[in-house]
């Protein structure tokens, strides 16, 4: 037995470096995710863009940073009263929805998008879809595993408090 502790002692030990790196890079992600929610917050759309760019850019493919990025997009656009955005929220949502069909917010936004656009039907039907899949989405935030609950940093401050909430709406 205690020849395994020293073994696992060891592995743990040479995996530090490993994990400090994983959590500086998540660190890193959260910050900029964080940004996103707070400019989106304040309606500073193009910046909540950049800010939820530069997520992508360190965690390709994060849905978090998609769904922040074409929110971002579906307000700017609306706010500009200008479709030139439309393909970029098309492949934003679509991969969201591609990975995770039952994703509430990425149907919730899809349907406004499409609503605006003009196509009735088709925003209609996303809003349908996500309204009976957002109570049980509800119940995953409380998950123990919830990244934001981690955060207990978050409840501290007022920005913070919008973080989470804007995350959990």
Known sequence: MRRFEEELLFALDAAVPVF???????ARLCAQRD???????????DDAAQSARTALE???????????????????????????RGPEVARLLDGVLHDAPDCAPA???????????GARAGG???????MPRYPVQAEELKDELDPYSKRDYLRKTRQGGRVTGIYRT
């Not at 360190?58 to 030139?84: H, K």
């Not at 149907?107 to 605006?116: A, I």
Request: proline share 3%; aromatic share 6%; charged share 30%.
């Open 35 to 45: 940004r996103a929610y707070l400019q989106v917050s304040a309606r500073q759309l």
């Open 58 to 84: 360190l965690a390709p493919g994060d849905r978090e940073a998609s769904l922040l990025l074409a929110l971002a997009l579906v307000e700017s656009e609306t706010a500009a009263g200008s479709p030139e």
């Open 124 to 130: 209609r039907s996303d809003l349908e879809l996500a």
């Open 107 to 117: 149907l919730l936004l899809r349907g406004v998008w499409r609503w605006r656009r």
């Open 20 to 26: 400090r790196e994983v959590e500086d890079e998540w």
